[in-house]
């Protein structure tokens, strides 16, 4: 196994002493040593700051409908890979563990052996999970980039009478000259210009 998966700290959340056990087994297994077991799940994302785990795994054993919201909450505010084992689900709590950003939502499969590919695939789909969050943030940046340099070009071309490609020669020669990026330049502008552009521009 890589030394850098066996290093991974890793949170165990079970209020049921024997269900936790059954997951440290599993863990130790497959050669995880940093575990830090909780059984009381009061103030649980004050720990789980104070840990600053690379992974959490929540057990509930018969989780009522206020259980799973709160750890739904604590899954969309930890940004960690989480693996959840409950007992018995609905398509509801399914969908909203999904939602949350729960990695594995497990139902009625607590068994030692099946610990540790849960814990790999729940890290798995996180990273794939973050990774398209990333791009998708990424995508967003650019589509408010373009629609910036639109603006101002729409800006330039009304007021100084000039074509589109030479507003955008004149937006790219501005952003070289001031060493900076060309949406800098463009949203400069059409502050400058009191935000006058057009609301269909936006």
Do not use: C, W
């Not at 990333?134 to 074509?163: F, H, N, P, Y």
């Amino acid at each position: 196994m890589p030394e850098s998966e066996t290093t991974l700290s890793i949170l165990v959340i079970d209020e049921n002493r024997l269900r936790a056990a059954v997951i440290e087994a599993g863990l130790r297994d497959a050669g995880y040593s940093k575990l830090t077991i909780v059984h009381d799940v009061a103030g649980i994302a004050r720990r789980i700051a104070d840990i600053a785990p690379d992974v959490i795994v929540i057990d509930l054993e018969n989780p009522n409908r206020d259980m799973l919201e709160s750890m739904f909450q604590l899954s969309r505010s930890v940004k960690r890979p989480i693996a959840m084992f409950v007992d018995r689900s609905d398509q509801a709590a399914i969908e909203a563990a999904v939602e949350a950003g729960v990695s594995a939502y497990v139902v009625d499969g607590l068994k030692r052996e099946r610990v540790k590919p849960i814990l790999d695939m729940a890290i798995s789909r996180f990273n794939a999970f973050s990774r398209m969050s990333r791009e998708l943030e990424e995508a967003r940046s650019q589509l408010e980039s373009r629609k910036l340099v639109d603006r101002a070009k729409g800006i330039l071309m009304k007021t100084r009478g000039l074509s589109e490609a030479d507003a955008y020669a004149l937006l790219r020669k501005t952003a070289m000259n001031q060493n900076r990026k060309i949406s800098e330049i463009a949203e400069s502008l059409i502050t400058a210009a009191g935000l006058l552009a057009p609301p269909e521009d936006k």
